[in-house]
């Protein structure tokens, strides 16, 4: 998990709106919870491209019997 402290310092933004504004733009899914925005490192990888082609949930037509 990275929480709002870590996101500030990656986004170099101080307000928590900002933040997750920033993060959202990127196509980044974030949380809101009591100490601010956050998300994690799994989620910051699929919004760059980089998530795991394997643990795609959407079903090729082919597969279904």
Known sequence: ??????????TGYQ???DI???????GVRVFH???GPWTT???????G???DP???DT???RQVL
């Open 1 to 10: 998990m990275l929480g709002c402290e870590a996101l500030r310092q990656i």
């Open 15 to 17: 307000r928590p709106a």
């Open 20 to 26: 997750a504004r920033c993060l959202r733009e990127q």
């Open 33 to 35: 919870g009591r100490r």
């Open 41 to 47: 490192l799994d989620l910051i990888n699929q919004a």
């Open 49 to 51: 491209g980089l998530g």
């Open 54 to 56: 394997a643990a795609n």
């Open 59 to 61: 079903l090729d037509p």
